[in-house]
């Protein structure tokens, strides 16, 4: 489990400030990346528009991404609040809901098309949502003389070495709230010793999940280190529309269903597989699968169909039949609704070696969660979580087909399992409270500073 919200960072040995020469070098080095900057910015044109060619940007939003905005800014306090993607987006969605009863502002940026698609669809009062611009000088003074953010607050994970430099040359603060280090990034940045120290000595706050991602950390230079937790553990249930959950209920009716969560390339062909075995030992299966990336759909049910599968595709307005084997939901922002038809669930980017989906959206509506074991990147929500057998570990299409044929042939395992893994989710909530705390206090130290 994260330590309790508000822990302060262990006080181990750190290494010591870098040389003079040392931070010589690595402020040079930080120049030599911002002028790099000014020379590749017309070569992001051709990589935009590669991208959005693949539909991995919105070419209706170009200026965005180069710093351009679409929306006037509003008045008053503003914070802006980068979240990389969906999942991220998904964590930070309590914390703007308390920045926004603080009545302060929220600029929301995300980096991927299917993440702005989702923020579009919970627009709100004093929310504005743009897409990021790219790590370079002139995207980042376009924006930030727009913007004028009094704080700056990006989600776990996220180092822009242009973007913290432009906010530090602008005294606009910059936090990084359920910050996470890992052992492999901070060698890697450890190599460049002097660069790291310029980079993240410019950060006022870090709020980091665990001791070791604060120990990290401040290795690195971050000079204000503090153990707030992870918001993942705050989150709110995920929604759904009433009406749409009520016809699929009528529809799916009394047949047995399991869903395929957030599965990535290379998993839905294994559940397929899984349909095919399990549903001979459950007659009248039914599997909802919920890719990832939606755009990946048409080409799920061309693989799933050419393997003797019946599929129905959501996003082309085909309903679930009697005899529907799998029910493909390629759509945005409906996973609340899915979680809430199936009473056991398997998270993707987990048997593939991507690093795993967050599992607490699952506990939070009473699921019983089955994982791969490819879980790394969320190790701090999986060991608690398989500790206290709220999660299955499986490995294989066979160990997966097993494993849903189990739950769904024993209720009390079933209930069993969600429930230790909604008492978990439950544990680690705290991270909202301390990490708005921090946040307005800084907002503060802006203001009288």
């Known amino acids: 489990m994260s330590p309790p919200p508000e822990t302060p960072a262990p ?13 010589q070098i690595g402020a040079a080095a930080l120049a030599g990346y911002r002028a790099f900057g000014h020379v590749a910015t017309p070569g ?3 990589v935009f528009r590669r991208r959005a060619a693949r539909g991995k940007e919105d070419g209706s939003r170009r200026g965005e991404r180069f710093g351009r905005a679409s929306a ?52 709100r009062p004093g ?3 743009q897409f990021v611009p790219y790590d370079t000088a002139p995207n980042l003074k376009r924006f930030l003389a727009h913007w004028r953010p009094d704080l700056a607050v990006t989600m776990e994970s996220e180092i822009w070495p242009a973007t913290i430099a432009a906010l530090s040359q602008r005294h606009i603060p910059l936090a990084i709230v359920s910050a996470t280090m890992s052992e492999r990034t901070a060698r890697g940045w450890a190599k460049a010793r002097g660069f ?44 759904a529309d009433p009406a749409a959950l009520a ?10 269903t399991w869903l395929a969560a957030s599965t990535h390339e290379g998993e839905e062909t294994l559940v397929g597989e899984v349909h095919r075995t399990a549903s001979l030992a459950v007659p009248g299966l039914l599997t909802l699968l919920v890719p990832r990336h939606p755009d990946r759909g048409d ?3 061309r693989e799933l169909r050419a393997a003797g599968l019946t599929v129905a595709q959501r996003s082309r307005g085909e309903t679930v039949a009697p005899d529907t084997d799998i029910y493909l939901a390629d759509t945005i922002g409906e996973m609340g609704l899915f979680y809430r038809l199936a009473p056991v669930a398997f998270i993707g980017k987990s048997l593939v070696p991507e690093g795993g989906q967050n599992p607490l959206e699952a506990a939070r509506l009473d699921t019983a969660i089955l994982t791969g074991p490819h879980v790394f990147n969320l190790e701090d929500i999986y060991t608690p979580l398989l500790s206290a057998k709220g999660a299955q570990v499986v490995r294989d299409a066979q160990s997966l087909g097993a494993a849903v044929v189990a739950h769904l042939n024993d209720e009390a395992l079933r209930e069993k399992r969600a429930r230790s893994a909604a008492e978990v989710g439950e544990a680690g909530a705290g991270a909202l409270a301390a990490t708005l705390r921090h946040l307005t206090a800084l907002l503060s130290e802006g203001k009288t500073g």
């Not at 980068?82 to 914390?95: C, F, K, Q, R, T």
Request: glycine residues 8%; hydrophobic residues 45%; aromatic residues 4%.
């Open 11 to 23: 006080q181990t040995p750190l290494p010591s400030r870098p040389s003079a020469l040392s931070r």
């Open 299 to 301: 080409g799920i049910a």
């Open 127 to 129: 929310v504005t949502h």
């Open 44 to 46: 992001l044109a051709l």
């Open 247 to 256: 016809e699929l209920q009528r529809l799916i009716g009394e047949r047995p």
């Open 72 to 123: 006037a800014r509003p008045d008053g306090r503003l914070v802006w609040l980068h979240a990389a993607s969906v999942g991220e987006m998904n964590a930070a969605d309590a914390l703007i809901d308390a920045l926004r009863g603080a009545d302060i502002n929220v600029l929301l940026t995300t980096g991927t098309v299917t993440s702005a698609r989702i923020a579009a669809a919970r627009t």
């Open 196 to 239: 790291a120290w310029q980079v993240f000595s410019r950060i006022a706050l870090c709020l980091a999940q665990t001791c070791e991602d604060a120990n990290r950390l401040s290795a690195l230079g971050a000079p204000r280190v503090a153990v707030a937790g992870n918001l993942k553990y705050d989150s709110g249930s995920l929604k």
